[in-house]
């Protein structure tokens, strides 16, 4: 008997109708061939993954910092600008860390939300920090701890951001809404409504030229971590990736399409898609990538490359998911690290609380990069 969905209504038989076309959500193994089925559904994925004119734009030392701003091209649209914090006090090579800025529909800044630059945190991000990151920079934390690391700008954020009256032509002029982080200036408040707006506009693009808006993300996400690689002062086969949220998304996107990442941190964004149904599907589109659930869940795919090291940290009041959704998720990675004989790969932490990485969890997430990069 068909189940009810508030969300769907008199549609509610649509769901059963689907699961007869075909299987949906199936178990996808770990292993080359899964990979190679992730990167053709994403997209952008057959061209080669080198930035282009990488160039230094400053250098600056904050207390035991030091910080650096590096662009690089990546053939399309404006530069990538990122930020690369490291300890002042290193004199030889340390493991590197390719930390990855959340959505938070505020496309405005990008890298900005978790890392500082020269001047300290950038005007309109205090709530953000507050809400999110236990009102601190995640990157110096990490930086502190003795890792070389990047946070760049991703496509639509900072740097990378459609200009405004690019995106009005496209999708109109539209007041600004209010917003949760109190303290973002009225322009940029408005920059953040338009752009929300844009993403649909801009995922249909994707579609159209024949990609996802996960599969252009995370094109560019490998494109930051080669940066990363290259430098002399990074050990590279010692690099991980880790993310809050949007961040989180990028990081099982990016953990599944690069073999040289060493070790994952998933923070807030894991679910099976079953425990999406009749329940908060606002999410970003790069949860979505077209196609996929005909070949597997969204853990199968975060664990692609098991045994590879995957912390994933849930809190348990997220108003993305349901506790459902996570539970599952967190079993079905279970499954598939204790598949692949090595189940101490795998780390399922549980936080009460709402959506956040609060400074318990950045503190346990540090302490098992440490132990798997350090």
């Not at 193994?29 to 952008?44: C, D, H, I, K, M």
């Amino acid at each position: 008997m068909s189940m009810d969905y508030q969300h769907l209504g008199v549609y509610s038989d649509w769901v059963d109708a689907a699961h007869r076309q075909q299987s949906l959500f199936p178990k996808a193994a770990p292993g080359p061939a899964t990979q190679a089925r992730v990167r053709e559904v994403l997209g952008f994925c057959h061209a080669a993954e080198s930035p282009l004119a990488v160039r230094l734009e400053q250098r600056w030392q904050n207390d035991d910092l030091i910080g650096e701003e590096v662009s690089w091209s990546v053939g399309y649209g404006p530069r990538t600008h990122a930020y690369v914090i490291k300890p002042a006090h290193a004199t030889e090579p340390l493991p590197g860390i390719v930390a990855l800025h959340d959505h938070s529909d505020y496309k405005f800044y990008g890298k900005e939300k978790i890392a500082d630059g020269p001047t300290g945190i950038a005007p309109g991000l205090n709530a953000l920090r507050a809400m999110e990151y236990g009102g601190r920079s995640v990157v110096a934390a990490l930086a502190c701890a003795g890792f070389v690391v990047m946070a760049h700008d991703c496509f639509l954020w900072g740097s990378r951001r459609f200009p405004l009256e690019t995106m009005i032509a496209a999708v109109g002029d539209h007041a600004p809404e209010s917003s949760e982080f109190s303290d973002a200036p009225p322009d940029i408040e408005h920059y953040n409504t338009i752009a929300a707006l844009h993403e649909h506009r801009v995922a249909k693009y994707c579609n159209v030229l024949g990609a996802s808006l996960a599969g252009v993300v995370s094109y560019e996400d490998r494109i930051a971590l080669n940066v990363l690689l290259s430098r002399s002062d990074v050990i590279a086969d010692r690099v991980g990736c880790i993310g809050l949220s949007g961040g989180g998304n990028r990081a099982a996107l990016l953990n599944a399409t690069h073999d040289r990442v060493a070790a994952t941190v998933i923070i807030g964004l894991m679910t099976t898609y079953e425990g999406l149904l009749d329940h908060n599907l606002s999410h970003t589109w790069m949860l979505f990538p077209f196609g996929w659930a005909r070949y597997g869940d969204w853990p199968d795919l975060a664990a692609c490359r098991a045994p590879s090291p995957l912390l994933v940290q849930y809190d348990l009041e997220d108003h993305l998911f349901t506790e459902t959704g996570m539970r599952a998720a967190d079993a079905r990675l279970t499954e598939i690290y204790d598949g692949v004989g090595q189940p101490e790969n795998y780390i399922g932490q549980f936080y009460p609380g709402p959506h956040k990485f609060d400074v318990e969890m950045q503190a346990a997430a540090l302490a098992w990069l440490k132990q798997r990069l350090g």
